[in-house]
């Protein structure tokens, strides 16, 4: 079945609208407390630096704080950026959050793909995939609370030991992200679960499946588990209204606003994001129809982006909330035995 989650990657356009950052964390605190009430499974914020294409740099203290402000919701990283960071200050923040969330951490990791955030830390494009490997060992190895030493190409440790480690054992959730097509059976062999943006990556649904079933197909062969552990949760944008017409007319603006700001990706306009089913807005019909094009293409976890674009805080709680009333019980009908 599949699983409903929210993402955000926390756009913040402070030369346009007048909220504040501090006003936009409280906002995404607000949202993943609704979150939870409402039943969804996750909530995930992004990593992103020296620029207002994102505003949470430091993705674990957001976590902390949500942490405390929810109690059964997992909270997620999408992604954590491996190669900016030393790999045993990860692993240590992130045990942090799974301790004080009480073991509901999920961690999406990547290589990064912004140029001005590899020349804003001074590592060169060119060794990002090499130091991402790197920094994923170390951090595993870290996260087994064994002490480890570890000679690197770009990290030498000696004899080291974590003070504090997750509350998951053997070790909280990983997924790995991608931007590319290509690079999904990749992801596969390494016996990883995989997490995408479609946006970002695919023109067709059919394209997408394709992908899907590469990743999963090299997952089995590396990892020879169950297919139902090669999961692939994937970012979206939502917004549910009464209608299409009333979704168009309240959160267009917004989308429009989010396309023209970003620093990845085509430019779409609206009306072909809708034709592809690239965005999911509309009524809670035309959401589940979309929905399910995408279980059918065999992604596991629709991480709803409904904070986008500068969108107001009330417009996401009621598209948050007419969502989980009908789209989440929708699909969690379908579980239930027949009377």
């Known amino acids: 079945m599949l699983r409903f989650g929210i993402f ?33 499974d996750s909530f995930w914020v992004a990593e992103h630096h020296f620029h207002e294409y994102g505003a949470i740099p430091s993705p674990p203290i957001w976590l902390a704080a949500a942490a405390q402000r929810t109690r059964r919701i997992r909270l997620g990283a999408a992604v954590v950026v491996l190669p900016f ?6 692993a240590e923040d992130y045990a942090m959050v799974d301790v004080l969330s009480g073991g509901r951490l999920n961690l999406g990791a990547g290589s990064g793909y912004l140029r001005h955030e590899f020349e804003g ?9 090499d130091r991402f490997d790197e920094s994923l060992d170390i951090v595993l190895r870290a996260w087994s609370g064994e002490r480890f030493s570890y000679d690197g190409r770009f990290h030498q440790i000696r004899d080291v030991r974590l ?10 959730p990983v997924w790995i992200a991608v931007l590319r097509n290509e690079a999904a059976p990749h992801v596969g062999k390494r016996g990883f679960p995989m997490m995408m943006i479609p946006y970002a990556t695919t023109e067709t649904l059919a394209e997408l499946a394709d992908t899907v079933t590469a990743f999963r197909d090299a997952f089995v062969r590396a990892a020879g588990g169950d ?17 299409f017409e009333r979704a168009t007319a309240e959160a267009k603006d917004a989308m429009d606003r989010y396309v023209r700001t970003r620093l990845y990706a ?20 035309d959401v589940i129809r979309v929905a399910r094009l995408y279980e059918q293409a065999g992604l596991t976890d629709f991480l709803a982006i409904t904070n986008f674009g500068g969108l107001a805080h009330a ?8 969502m989980a009333k009908h789209v989440l019980s929708a699909f969690r009908r379908r579980l239930e035995p027949a009377p």
């Open 227 to 243: 297919p139902k552990d090669a999961t692939v949760p994937f970012g979206l944008h939502a917004y549910c209204a009464d209608s």
């Open 315 to 322: 417009k996401v709680l009621r598209s948050m909330e007419l």
């Open 163 to 172: 003070n504090i480690v997750p509350v998951q054992r053997p070790r909280p």
């Open 8 to 40: 955000s990657v926390v756009d913040h356009y402070p030369a346009e609208l007048p909220r504040t950052s501090g006003q936009l964390f409280g906002e995404l605190l607000d949202q993943a407390e609704a979150a939870e009430q409402l039943g969804f």
């Open 121 to 129: 830390f001074g590592v060169s494009l060119e060794d990002k995939r």
């Open 85 to 90: 960071r030393n790999p045993l200050q990860v």
């Open 266 to 285: 085509r430019r779409r306009p609206y009306e072909l994001l809708v034709e592809k089913d690239l965005i999911a807005f509309g009524s809670p019909e």
